[in-house]
């Protein structure tokens, strides 16, 4: 059987920024926000964000979330966030000084739990020196408790690496908020440059503080004003986004449209009426997979080797959730077990542009066996009723 990959990745093609690369050629500014990477950010704000607020690329969303963190932190010890995450979420503030203090989310929507975080912030008061939500998988996550909580002094950099794409009404998420929204724009995301991501705020004078940040704290001369690194996106990977974003409107319509085919599909397959359950999105998602719970651990070991029997690649993210890394084993924590019950459960579905429905078919129908009740329960209640 023809294998179904978890992902394909695919970037614009070369004949589709090669008159951007000439046009790097002629002026040549390689990098150091040149002119092609001034036309992209103005670009993004304009199409995407409606002139609100202001934006600079980086050159990978880690670096992003590092400089935000950096650059919008309160004194304090903690960098509140969920441990089922992606690895860079922790590993930002770590770099920034910061331990990562782990807060569970929620059964629906898998973001911070809003109780438990409001129960974490008050323990750990002043020692909050940020708070790093994620908005889990591409959700439109709600931002308005976080603009509250900026407004009461607590910072918030909002992880939406996979959130480009992402919109509610036909807004792009994360429009308007006076915190920091971080995008990557990583190969396997929805927004592909191959590594690239870019910072968004509100704020127009964060996004000043942090463009310098990214260019070693330079202001116009050669003395460094503050701690900063560099992490600016090349004029070759300004070229590659510009010429995504062409593309962007009709790719993103495409992952929307088989998300709502497998909806269907595992609608129809009576999966979702023996427990097996989606992750609830607010907007609608420009997702780069789509996850799933399975009802237990047997279920989803079930999946997992019938589909392995059927030539389909799944992924379980995000497993082992931060917590349990090496690295991260010893941060404090609140409560974690909607958090543990995902990394036992949760399984994620491939979902890439070129997908095909046959595949999507393919792939429900795995899911739809695993969830049919095993032999030996089926047996086990057909004596009963005998
Ligand atoms: C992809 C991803 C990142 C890292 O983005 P890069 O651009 O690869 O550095 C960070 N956080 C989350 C949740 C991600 O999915």
């Known amino acids: 059987m023809e294998k179904v990959p978890f992902l394909r990745p695919k970037l614009v093609e070369l004949a589709d920024y090669a008159p951007l690369l000439a046009e790097m050629d002629r002026v040549r500014q390689y990098t150091n926000f040149g002119p092609l990477n001034t036309r992209f950010e103005r670009r993004i704000l304009d199409e995407w964000m409606g002139g609100e607020g202001a934006a600079t690329t980086v050159c990978n969303a880690t670096l992003g979330l590092m400089l935000a963190i950096s650059e919008i932190k309160r004194p304090g010890r903690y960098a509140v966030m969920p441990s089922f995450t992606f690895a860079a979420t922790p590993l930002a503030a770590q770099w920034c000084g910061l331990e990562p203090y782990f807060v569970d989310v ?13 129960q974490a912030l008050d323990h750990l008061g002043k020692d909050a020196a940020v708070v790093v939500p994620y908005a889990t998988c591409g959700t439109h996550m709600d931002l308005r408790p976080y603009e509250d909580l900026m407004r009461s002094g607590v910072p918030v950099v909002v992880d939406a690496a996979p959130c480009f794409g992402t919109s509610l009404d036909g807004r792009q998420f994360g429009r308007g908020f006076s915190g920091a929204v971080v995008f990557s724009f990583h ?15 509100a704020d127009q004078n964060l996004i000043r503080r942090m463009k310098l940040a990214s260019n070693y704290w330079f202001d116009g001369g050669r003395e ?89 690649e799944l992924r379980r993210y995000f497993v082992p959730p931060c917590h349990e890394h090496p690295q991260f084993q010893d941060a404090s924590r609140g409560d974690l077990s909607m958090t543990d019950r995902l990394g036992d459960t949760a399984i994620s579905l491939p979902l890439w542009e070129d997908l095909t429905d046959e595949m999507i078919f393919r792939v429900v129908g795995a899911v739809a066996e695993a969830a049919r009740a095993p032999a030996s329960q089926q047996s086990a209640s057909g004596t009963v009723s005998a």
Do not use: M
Request: glycine share 8%.
């Open 224 to 312: 460094s004003l503050g701690l900063g690194l560099n992490a600016k996106l090349s004029e070759i990977g300004a070229a590659v986004a510009l010429a995504t974003l062409d593309a962007f409107p009709a790719s993103v319509d495409r992952r929307k449209q088989i998300y709502r085919t497998y909806t269907r599909l595992l609608d129809a397959s009576g999966a979702l009426d023996a427990g097996w359950a989606l992750q609830c999105v607010r907007g609608e998602a420009a997702y780069q997979w789509l996850p799933l719970i399975a009802p237990d651990v047997p279920s989803r070991d079930r999946l997992l080797r019938i589909a392995a029997e059927r030539n389909i």
């Open 106 to 118: 929620d059964p629906q929507e898998w973001v911070l739990d809003p109780r438990k975080l409001r």
């Open 187 to 201: 190969a396997t995301k929805a927004f592909p440059v191959g590594e690239g991501g870019l910072v968004y705020s």
